[in-house]
């Protein structure tokens, strides 16, 4: 019986990567994104470039997804990844988030390249660290992160509309509890991946906590830590 499910599950992963659609493995943890992540972040998440949103949501939608979906200790969707030879939960959720962009900007999702270039990161890796450098570079074309970095951030442009967080504190005994609030700001000045954030609204605190800052108060972020509402939407 194990041996006849190993094969259906090999045969489903074949045919799966065959096509440009999501991988069967995938897509229940794809639609799950798409159907339960804020309007916002997936917007922010979608029209950045590719690698840009990668490594923007890398630390965000990247860390709950290998702590939410059992990436490092153990789950389905981790043993469907190793199944296609895939063993590191860095990759596996950067194989979900550039699945989730393509899917969002209806692009092929070309799983099998995705798999690819994440094998030959480690078999060059494991030459050494020149090798993997030349490899990185030859992949990662500083001219064309630039290029890329260069046209998320045009987005960035004055009186644009983010959505970021606040920190609120709760004073107690043995020292103090903090807690993100959230904030809608609007760009005063960005220079490079830093901004000026004039706060025009924000959300409920809770019972006991006191915000840092207020409406009207002038803050600095950087563009990693906030994301840019859909302008329909301001």
């Known amino acids: 019986m194990k041996k006849v499910l190993y094969i259906i599950t090999i045969l489903l992963i074949t045919i799966s990567c065959s096509k440009k659609s999501v991988p069967l493995g995938l897509r229940k943890t794809i639609n799950q994104m798409e159907r339960n992540l804020n309007d916002t972040i997936k917007y922010d998440f979608k029209i ?9 949501h890398h630390f965000g939608l990247g ?9 490092w200790r153990g789950s389905l969707l981790k ?10 939960p860095d990759d596996m959720s950067s194989i979900i988030l ?12 070309q799983f099998k390249k995705q798999k690819k270039h994440f094998k030959e990161f480690w078999k060059v890796s494991s030459i ?7 490899w990185w570079k030859k992949n990662h074309p500083e001219k064309q992160t630039d290029s890329l970095n260069q046209i998320y951030l045009s987005y960035f442009y004055k009186d644009r509309l983010v959505l970021g967080s606040v920190v609120a504190l709760k004073k107690r005994k043995n020292g103090a509890s903090l807690i993100d609030v959230k904030m809608i700001g609007q760009i005063i000045k960005r220079n490079d991946w830093k901004l000026k954030i004039k706060i025009i609204k924000l959300g409920k605190v809770e019972d006991g906590f006191e915000l840092w800052e207020k409406v009207n108060d002038t803050i600095e972020s950087e563009t ?5 509402i859909p302008i329909t939407q301001e």
């Open 128 to 134: 050494g660290e020149d090798a993997k450098s030349i």
């Open 63 to 71: 860390l709950d997804l290998r702590n939410g979906k059992g990436l």
């Open 98 to 109: 550039t699945t989730f962009h393509r899917r969002l900007n209806d692009k092929p999702i």
């Open 79 to 88: 043993t469907y990844f190793r199944l296609n030879g895939i063993w590191h």
């Open 224 to 228: 990693d830590s906030v994301y840019l």
């Open 48 to 56: 950045a470039p590719e690698e840009v949103a990668g490594t923007k």
